[in-house]
């Protein structure tokens, strides 16, 4: 019966052993092949990096062409236009300054009262809206060329 017991031991251990080398082969076959797909990923970013900076440096080339290519007079009609926009908008809050300061006068003097709004208060009134919207329609157009400047 020793015999027997020994044979079966035996068997239990090969058939273990055998097992775990089979674990083993599949484990190192899977850090084998992790380890290349790590060194194929690594390789695939490093080449993504170096292309998003070949893309950045033509990007920077390009648009330095182009503002190359732009003409003196070109920029100097883009400056000419701004500086008469903003002289038109200094001019127009002077206005707004002076027609609001005329307002306050004559509230002051009595002769605007505010107890009813008359004629002459609501068309005042008016007058100064329709400033405050050009004076923002101004605004925007600078705004707007100011962008366009700065992106060129």
């Keep these: 019966m020793g015999d027997t017991s020994n044979w079966e031991f035996a068997a239990v251990v ?26 194929k990923a690594a390789r695939a970013a490093r080449e993504a990096s170096e292309a998003s900076v070949r893309v950045q440096d033509l990007a920077r080339e390009l648009s330095a062409r182009e503002a190359a290519t732009l003409t003196a007079a070109g920029l100097t009609e883009e400056t000419r236009r701004l500086s008469e926009l903003r002289k038109q908008t200094e001019a127009l809050l002077e ?58």
């Design 14 to 39: 090969a058939s273990v052993s055998i097992g775990l080398m089979g674990l083993l082969v599949f484990t190192m076959t899977s850090i084998v092949g992790n380890w290349r797909l790590s060194d």
């Design 95 to 152: 206005q707004q300054g002076r027609l609001q300061e005329a307002v306050r006068n004559l509230v002051e003097a009595g002769v605007l009262h505010a107890e009813g709004p008359s004629a002459e208060i609501k068309d005042l009134e008016g007058a100064i809206e329709r400033l405050d919207a050009h004076l923002g329609q101004l605004a925007q157009a600078i705004a707007s060329m100011a962008k366009r400047d700065a992106g060129s």
